[in-house]
């Protein structure tokens, strides 16, 4: 069974960094296409970044290029989105999500979803 479990979220000023983790279960990386998404207040869900473990390409939403990093550990199975200089607007709730293959990078309705995690950044 795949399942995604997302981590990290919190309280950051203004400027700060949080790290947040996508530990992936039931299946391995380097067959699918990793995504962060996120959804804030009132707005509608967002692509963040995506990744293809097997080869490291990678894809950022301009709002975030710069700032966010997504990274993957094969040997834990788990996907990493560094979010550095934060903003009031990176607050969301957000999600990872997979899709099996791993030919296109970007963002449209992955075939499995984890539950979120709150980020929260105050002025």
């Not at 990078?105 to 105050?122: A, I, P, R």
């Amino acid at each position: 069974e795949v399942q995604l479990q997302a981590s990290g979220g919190g309280l950051v000023q203004a400027g700060g960094s949080l790290r947040l983790s996508c530990a992936a279960s039931g299946f391995t990386l380097d067959d699918y296409t990793i995504a962060w998404f996120r959804q804030a207040p009132g707005k509608e869900r967002e692509g963040v970044s995506c990744i293809t473990s097997s080869d490291g390409r990678t894809f950022y939403a301009d709002s975030v290029k710069g700032r966010f990093t997504i990274s993957t550990d094969s040997a834990k199975n788990t996907v990493y989105l560094q979010m550095n200089s934060l903003k009031t607007e990176d607050t969301a709730i957000y999600y990872c999500a997979a899709e099996y293959g791993t030919d296109w990078l970007g963002f449209w309705e992955y075939e499995y979803w984890g539950q979120g995690t709150q980020v929260t950044v105050s002025s």
